[in-house]
């Protein structure tokens, strides 16, 4: 769709709107030629635009931040933390997917065919449909969204995952100043009061653009990743204990 198709008053809307224009944003950056980097925002576009039209439409209590795709989530729908079987079966979302101008041999982007679960994913909705039964009741009261949109693997034989903050300084901060004025567009439509990072990187990105203050938590829960250690038996229970000891859930 043209950019002009968004430019309507919903939040939603103007979301979509701003997301353009980030996706373009990030586009125009250039990495080290050790990386592969996917940009999902492009070839995944259709179903990132219906998870914002459905779910990233309102003022919300609580937002929920991610730090980037993961290789078998958002890098193969375009959702954040988008295990395959939670976007189809909790979140009711279906779509058409592309590929990124070059893969990686070892990373393929398979759309909505992928056999492979994301277990952050499939950790952080499976709690969230645990506890509000529905993906409409869930987002009554949060969102979540991912800080950076962008993949970065090695173009060794693996394709290893690299995050965000293992980039060279420069190409660093000048992807954090592009995610950094994005988060702070949507904040400011959809008005959380709650701020929880998804792991540790994404509760520091938090705390530099919103910094506690009376009325506004900012903190993280665990991340699911099962590269962490302490994630991998009750992950769930954990998460819980500390949402309601921050007052974030009841």
Same mark, same amino acid.
């Given at each position: 769709?043209?950019?002009?198709?968004?430019?309507?008053?919903?939040? &939603?809307?103007?979301?979509?709107?701003?997301?353009? %224009?980030?996706?373009? %944003?990030?586009?125009?950056?250039?990495?080290?030629?050790?990386?592969?980097?996917?940009?999902? #925002?492009?070839?995944?576009?259709?179903?990132?635009?219906?998870?914002?039209?459905?779910?990233?439409?309102?003022?919300?209590?609580?937002?929920?931040?991610?730090?980037?795709?993961?290789?078998?989530?958002?890098?193969?729908?375009?959702?954040?933390?988008?295990?395959?079987?939670?976007?189809?079966?909790?979140? %009711?979302?279906?779509?058409?997917?592309?590929?990124?101008?070059?893969?990686?041999?070892?990373?393929?982007?398979?759309?909505?065919?992928?056999?492979?679960?994301?277990?952050?994913?499939?950790?952080?909705?499976?709690?969230? &449909?645990?506890?509000? +039964?529905?993906?409409?009741?869930?987002?009554?009261?949060?969102? /979540?969204?991912?800080?950076?949109? #962008?993949?970065?693997?090695?173009?060794?034989?693996?394709?290893?995952?690299?995050?965000?903050?293992?980039?060279?300084?420069?190409?660093?901060?000048?992807?954090?100043?592009?995610? =950094?004025?994005?988060?702070?567009?949507?904040?400011?439509?959809? %008005?959380?009061?709650?701020?929880? +990072?998804?792991?540790?990187?994404?509760?520091?990105?938090?705390?530099?653009?919103?910094?506690?203050?009376?009325?506004?938590?900012?903190?993280?829960?665990?991340?699911?990743?099962?590269?962490?250690?302490?994630?991998?038996?009750?992950? =769930?229970?954990? /998460?819980?204990?500390?949402?309601?000891?921050?007052?974030?859930?009841?």
């Amino acid at each position: 769709m043209w950019l002009e198709d968004y430019r309507m008053n919903d939040i &939603s809307g103007k979301v979509l709107e701003r997301t353009l %224009q980030f996706r373009s %944003q990030v586009e125009s950056l250039r990495f080290s030629t050790d990386f592969v980097v996917y940009n999902p #925002l492009l070839y995944a576009w259709d179903l990132h635009e219906k998870y914002i039209r459905k779910y990233v439409n309102k003022q919300v209590e609580t937002l929920f931040l991610g730090m980037n795709p993961g290789p078998f989530g958002m890098a193969q729908n375009g959702v954040p933390f988008g295990e395959v079987n939670a976007v189809r079966d909790f979140l %009711q979302l279906d779509g058409e997917v592309g590929k990124p101008p070059f893969e990686h041999p070892a990373r393929p982007v398979l759309g909505m065919d992928i056999k492979r679960s994301e277990v952050s994913g499939k950790r952080l909705w499976g709690l969230f &449909s645990e506890r509000f +039964g529905s993906a409409e009741f869930c987002f009554e009261t949060l969102t /979540v969204v991912n800080y950076c949109p #962008l993949v970065f693997m090695d173009r060794g034989p693996t394709g290893k995952n690299i995050t965000p903050d293992k980039l060279p300084k420069t190409e660093r901060i000048a992807l954090e100043t592009i995610c =950094d004025s994005y988060l702070k567009d949507v904040v400011s439509l959809i %008005q959380p009061i709650n701020f929880i +990072g998804v792991g540790k990187y994404a509760e520091t990105k938090l705390e530099h653009l919103f910094p506690p203050q009376e009325g506004r938590v900012v903190d993280s829960i665990l991340h699911p990743s099962p590269v962490n250690p302490q994630a991998n038996k009750g992950w =769930d229970e954990k /998460v819980t204990e500390k949402l309601v000891s921050l007052g974030v859930w009841a």
